[in-house]
């Protein structure tokens, strides 16, 4: 998978690409560039970091942290906040935000597990997007810059990741749903579902479908739920569906909002993939917690929350 030659012949190359700058479009490159590490080599390599399952039903799955490769030619992004962090060696546009490089265990297992439960219940195959590179060296649920540091192969992985998802979203006809899968390890062992509300406005009720990644669903269904809080900590939330099948998550009719606890309102992935900006994909951030990945439990919340995903396609999806 990783066809890397080490040795001076990819030294110069990465050099000679970093002077041409092909690869490099951020901005403050130059005057950053000598501070740049030499990754051991495998530029211009035929990486390929990005799987991609094709599917036949109106829904998506990623899983953007549950890689395990570290392939040493990519520098490990760094841990701290990364103002401080001896890899800072492009600009970007927020240093004061903190990085995680810990993977959200066992959430490609479970994906792959839960695209074949899926497909049982269904008759159908979800579309799947994993990617295969650890969150030590690139994070698919943040922007480009924090996600890769943009290291080339990195960045490569990143934007890969990407426009397979949008690969993905231009085969589905009509709507459909992306769903994120993530880990969380938090003590409340909610599942936590993102939206792109925050927190606070959650715990507010400030609830307004117009900047949530499931707007499209509630324009095309407003009559059917009436309101947009039913959708989100109401009957008809997916939350409501996991509920029924005995798990807690937040928000959901029984746990409206995060109150004081911990939660993770959507990344980057349900920002830009779901309905937030338009079109008819929606996108729903499943962030599962610990006790579920564990392998002993795994194959049952498998198939709970494959039957939930169905139900809620065919509530919203299918009709
Ligand atoms: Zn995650």
């Known amino acids: 998978m ?10 110069i190359s990465i050099i000679l690409v970093i002077l041409i700058g092909n690869d490099h479009k951020a901005e403050g490159m130059k005057k950053k560039k000598q501070q740049l590490p030499v990754p051991q080599s495998c530029e211009g390599s035929t990486d390929n970091y990005v799987q991609y399952i094709p599917g036949t039903l109106n829904l998506i799955l990623t899983a953007p942290h549950g890689g395990h490769l570290k392939p040493k030619y990519i520098p490990n992004r760094c841990e701290k906040r990364w103002k401080d962090c001896e890899c800072m060696y492009r600009s ?12 959200d265990r066992k959430t490609q297992e479970l994906t792959l597990s839960l695209a074949e439960e899926l497909g049982k219940l269904t008759g159908g195959r979800p579309h799947v997007v994993i990617n295969h590179l650890h ?9 480009e810059c924090i996600g890769s540091f943009h290291v080339p192969a990195s960045l490569r992985a990143h934007r890969q990741y990407h426009s397979t998802i949008q ?4 085969s589905i006809r009509g709507a459909g749903l992306l769903i ?12 936590e579902l993102g939206y792109c509300i925050s927190k606070a406005k959650l715990n507010a ?36 569906f996991l509920e029924q099948m005995g798990y807690p998550a937040v928000p959901s009719n029984l746990h409206p909002s995060p109150e004081e606890a911990p939660y993770y309102p959507g990344g980057f992935t349900v920002q830009t993939h779901g309905s ?19 392998d002993e439990k795994r194959a049952g919340f498998v198939h709970d929350l494959a039957v939930a995903i169905k139900s809620y396609l065919d509530a919203y999806y299918n009709d």
């Open 2 to 11: 990783l066809p890397c030659r080490q040795g001076i012949l990819g030294a």
């Open 92 to 103: 970007c546009e927020n240093p004061d935000l903190s990085i995680s490089v810990h993977n």
């Open 135 to 143: 969150r030590k060296k690139m994070d698919g649920n943040r922007g």
């Open 167 to 170: 690969k993905a979203k231009q």
């Open 180 to 191: 994120d899968i993530h880990g969380q390890a938090h003590p409340e062992r909610l599942i």
């Open 205 to 240: 009720r400030e609830l307004y479908h117009e900047h949530t990644s499931i707007r499209s669903l509630f324009e095309r269904k407003k009559d059917k739920v009436h309101t947009f809080s039913n959708l989100i900590n109401g009957e008809a939330s997916f939350g409501a």
């Open 276 to 294: 937030k900006s338009g079109g008819l994909i929606d996108a729903i951030q499943v962030e599962c917690p610990a006790y579920l990945r564990e």
